[in-house]
């Protein structure tokens, strides 16, 4: 019994299909949106550093929370700058514009799923 598809038969087929799909999803605005706010995030300074500090304190009191009790002023310095990040525009704008590009992908997956009847993004994943 011969179960060939055309793309099978027709590997270019299939080269075409993803490249159309390619096409589309860097031309969407999400994506549009997400590479211009990565782009204006990695060209700040402050911002990028505000990460790294954030980054820091907060493995720090984890270090410090493994091994007993993470000291109030360590923890009192991360909080604050949780804050200072959430009141970043570029680094809310990063955040944001990356969520909404995943949300794209999550519905490009999805509606693959629905398609071929399982999980497509779980294909890839090893046991």
């Excluded at 907060?58 to 804050?83: F, Y």
């Amino acid at each position: 019994m011969d179960n060939a598809t055309p793309l099978d038969t027709n590997p270019a087929l299939l080269d075409e299909a993803l490249h159309n799909l390619i096409e589309q999803m860097t031309h969407s605005e999400a994506f549009a949106r997400f590479r211009s706010a990565e782009q204006n995030l990695m060209n700040d300074e402050q911002a990028l550093s505000l990460l790294n500090r954030l980054a820091e304190a907060q493995q720090k009191v984890k270090t410090q929370q493994q091994s007993g009790k993470p000291a109030e002023e360590d923890v009192r310095r991360l909080q604050q700058l949780q804050v200072e990040v959430a009141e970043n525009p570029l680094i809310q704008e990063y955040e944001y514009s990356r969520e909404a590009y995943i949300a794209l992908v999550r519905q490009v997956n999805q509606h693959i799923s629905q398609e071929i009847g399982l999980d497509f993004a779980s294909l890839t994943r090893r046991w």
